[in-house]
T-cell receptor
């Protein structure tokens, strides 16, 4: 089985812009979770989607949003980018629940200038 | 929310020795624990997991020990190899999934030749 894929792998944006990141889960996995990884804060949970619905949400501002499509692929969007949004954004998929083992993609490295 | 912590940010071991990476967690409601390995430029890779009804689980060259009494988790790597060099994270799931996985800060395992 192919693993979790994320596109693009690298992005450079400027403050105030918005960005959309994409994630394709492992075939058959229905839960997709997103995490932000920074040197200072480590890995932090953003949100989880299941059956096209946001099921859980972490403690991030409303500028961070996401969605899931009927084929389980997911996108996350960050609007009005700030310098502090520079991070590695990781997507993880699991078969059913976010409490199942989660398998991570390679991440998208976002740099905000 | 409560967090998972690691005792040491860096651990240096000789090639061929056994490595022990420790993790303390504080959420007594956590019922599922995972160890991930993250190499530079890659997403976290699943190593081994353990549920709260077990106190030990073995994989290939790795063993996870869970001590619920003192809320302690450890990862033992036998006969450490250069390819084991990475940052290791423990993660917990409190069962409700509301906060996704909660990750520790990570331990950077350095292999000395």
């Amino acid at each position: 089985k192919a693993g979790v894929t994320q596109t693009p792998r690298y992005l450079i944006k400027t403050r105030g812009q918005q960005v959309t990141l994409s994630c394709s889960p492992i075939s058959g996995h229905r839960s997709v979770s997103w995490y932000q990884q920074t040197p200072g804060q480590g890995l932090q949970f953003l949100f989880e989607y299941f059956s096209e619905t946001q099921r859980n949400k972490g403690n991030f501002p409303g500028r961070f949003s996401g969605r899931q499509f009927s084929n389980s692929r997911s996108e996350m969007n960050v609007s009005t980018l700030e310098l502090g949004d520079s991070a590695l954004y990781l997507c993880a998929s699991s078969p059913d629940k976010s409490t199942d083992t989660q398998y991570f993609g390679p991440g998208t490295r976002l740099t905000v200038l | 929310g409560e967090s998972v912590g690691l005792h040491l940010p860096t651990l240096s071991v000789q090639e061929g020795d056994n490595s022990i990476i420790n993790c303390a967690y504080s959420n007594s409601a956590s019922d599922y624990f995972i160890w991930y390995k993250q190499e530079s430029g890659k997403g976290p890779q699943f190593i081994i997991d353990i549920r709260s009804n077990m106190d030990k689980r073995q994989g290939q060259r790795v063993t996870v020990l869970l001590n619920k009494t003192v809320k302690h988790l450890s990862l033992q790597i036998a006969a450490t190899q250069p390819g084991d060099s990475a940052v290791y994270f423990c993660a917990e799931n409190s069962g409700g999934g509301a906060d996704g996985l909660t990750f520790g800060k990570g331990t950077h395992l350095i292999i000395q030749p």
